[in-house]
């Protein structure tokens, strides 16, 4: 699905290539810019091979800039060492994960191919644009990155957002949340971590010009449903805000 396309500059999203019911939906993203190209979260096993040839109707794949990695998890970085092998893509991954990346990879097939990612964030130059690299520690993971483009003005905010809708519907971008919350509101209270960390979050995209949100999991966000997001999360009690000592107890 194209999110966006002036010529020059091209989001894509994959949306359905891990199918059969076992494994989450999970969603791919490539961002284009004066050929030169970024893929944001691969995905794991399953969607290397169909994620190749998809990217191949647009571009010799060999020629991939970057694959990102926004945190450690299966859904995201599983077919890492695929994508080492198979472009000469550099892989960008946070610095509080680099050390655990290497584990998906061969060995001395890394050196060289990494950039971590410090976790202040940074901007990655891909042909005329800084995309940024934003932080979202513990949202959910320690060491987490959401990616906004500011040509497209997309934030491709990784696991937060994520919403599990039927398959029917994620090619439709949500205009209000609630149709979105009974897909994202479980989801978030228990894999967000506090918070305290959901208003930084909230802060900190409060002060981006956004036009969709692109979660990596189910359907985007326009229109309102993107300030609603946002207010949403700052007034989220999640994670540990509420576990008790009901939840330590021996079984
Ligand atoms: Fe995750
Ligand atoms: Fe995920």
């Known amino acids: 699905m194209e999110l966006f396309n002036n010529g020059q500059h091209v989001c894509l999203a994959f949306r359905d290539l891990v199918t059969g019911g076992e494994a989450v939906q999970a969603n791919q993203f490539l961002v284009f810019d004066h050929d030169h190209a970024a893929l944001i979260d691969p995905g794991g096993e399953l969607t290397y091979s169909r994620l190749f040839l998809a990217i191949s109707d647009y571009m010799n794949v060999k020629n991939l800039d970057y694959v990102i990695a926004s945190h450690q998890d299966p859904d995201i970085v599983a077919s890492l060492n695929k994508w080492l092998v198979g472009t000469e893509a550099k892989v960008v991954v946070p610095e509080l994960w680099e050390r655990f990346i290497p584990h998906f990879t061969r060995p001395g097939k890394i050196s060289n191919r990494l950039i971590a990612m410090p976790d202040q964030g940074m901007n990655l130059q891909l042909g005329s644009i800084n995309l940024k690299a934003l932080p ?28 599990l809708c039927p398959e029917t519907e ?55 449903a993107i300030e ?10 999640c994670g540990v805000d509420l576990f008790t000592q009901e939840n330590y107890q021996i079984p």
């Open 136 to 163: 979202a520690h513990f949202l959910h993971a320690e060491g987490n990155f959401q990616f906004y483009d500011p040509v497209s003005k997309i934030l491709f905010s990784g696991d937060v957002g994520a919403n």
């Open 170 to 224: 994620l090619d439709e971008p949500a205009k209000k949340l609630s149709d979105l919350l009974p897909y994202m509101d479980g989801f978030h209270k228990r894999y967000m971590n506090s918070n305290k960390v959901c208003r930084f979050w909230a802060n900190m995209v409060r002060q981006l010009d956004i036009s969709m949100i692109v979660p990596q999991h189910g359907r985007a966000m326009v229109g309102k």
């Open 228 to 237: 609603q997001f946002i207010d949403y999360m700052e007034n989220l009690d």
